[in-house]
């Protein structure tokens, strides 16, 4: 079972930026390739929303509200997955969870770290 940790968040003033890590263990670099890896993050009393993500051949996918803000990258041969956020805002505060996905019909394989708080305050 991948072990997905994250780290990286913290306190930042708005305009400022932040870099996110996740790193993923029991799991080989072949196989950590083939997942696709996600950032998701949830505020306050909302609900878990997509942030961004990369597949396996480095196609990125990003919420309306971060693009041109933020950019997802993997080193697979690191087993990591990066989010660099820029002219970071207070609506981007959120616990900031890592999640790693995988279909192989007829199974889907999901998992997901513990998250990382990201506060954005002046």
């Known amino acids: 079972q991948v072990q997905l940790v994250e780290s990286g968040g913290g306190l930042v003033q708005p305009g400022g930026s932040l870099r996110l890590s996740c790193a993923a263990s029991?799991?080989?670099?072949?196989?950590?390739?083939?997942?696709?890896m996600g950032w998701y993050r949830q505020a306050p009393g909302k609900q878990r929303e997509l942030v961004a993500t990369?597949?396996?051949?480095?196609?990125?996918n990003y919420a309306d509200s971060v693009k041109g803000r933020f950019t997802i990258s993997r080193d697979n041969a690191k087993n990591t997955v990066y989010l660099q956020m820029n002219t970071l805002k207070p609506e981007d505060t959120a616990v900031y969870y890592c999640?790693?996905?995988?279909?192989?019909?007829?199974?889907?394989?999901?998992?997901w770290g513990q998250g990382t708080q990201v506060t954005v305050s002046s």
């Open positions: 999640n790693a996905h995988l279909t192989n019909p007829p199974r889907t394989y999901d998992y």
């Open positions: 029991r799991t080989s670099s072949v196989i950590f390739s083939i997942y696709t």
């Open positions: 990369i597949a396996s051949g480095s196609r990125t």
